[in-house]
């Protein structure tokens, strides 16, 4: 892949924004922007996850990372739905989040009392990269905004994203994106079927 303009940031969340790496879920055959290791390491640099000084990411990498992003997908649909994941979905994370690097904690002093912190730290290869996209997607399984998970509304989208609108009913990914590209074909249908 030449450009990174194949992701699309509308998920709300990273491990969200990971699952819409594989484009086009309506089609019988979706469209895949991790082709390759190095799609791989420039998605988890562009999220900060990966230490620019990080080395090659083999090929295996890649299979982990694509089994890590159905497994996480999956997981939220059912969660979404009330269920719960499969054992072999949560299996799949879990190994994942075991491979992130340990939070960097640090002292601070907060309103006069000493607080704790942990500083942001980027992995040193693509296994602990993706294992901060699986710590991502376990906070989401165990937080309520689980229940805010949406699919685009668009017929010709399907990205997942949290619904975080003061109503909750947010419909498309994006306006810009989805929302208006779908008003503009209803209004042009509605016009065609006025002539």
Known sequence: ?????????????????????????????????????DDLVRWLRGVDLLAVRACEVP?????SAVALREAIDRAVLCAVDGGLPTPAD????????????????????????????SAPHAAEDAAGGLGLVAQDAIELLLSSEIRRVRICGSERCALRFVDRSPAHNRRWCSMTRCGNRTKVRLHQARSRARD
């Open 1 to 37: 892949m030449t450009t990174d303009d194949e992701w699309l940031w509308y998920g709300g969340r990273m491990c969200l924004d990971f699952v819409n790496t594989l484009r086009d879920r309506w089609k019988a055959l979706p469209r895949e922007t991790l082709r390759e290791p």
């Open 59 to 63: 090929e295996s990498a890649l299979r």
């Open 90 to 117: 949560i299996a799949v994370i879990n190994e994942a989040s075991a491979a992130a690097p340990r939070p960097v904690l640090q002292l601070t002093v907060i309103d006069g009392q000493l607080e704790s912190s």
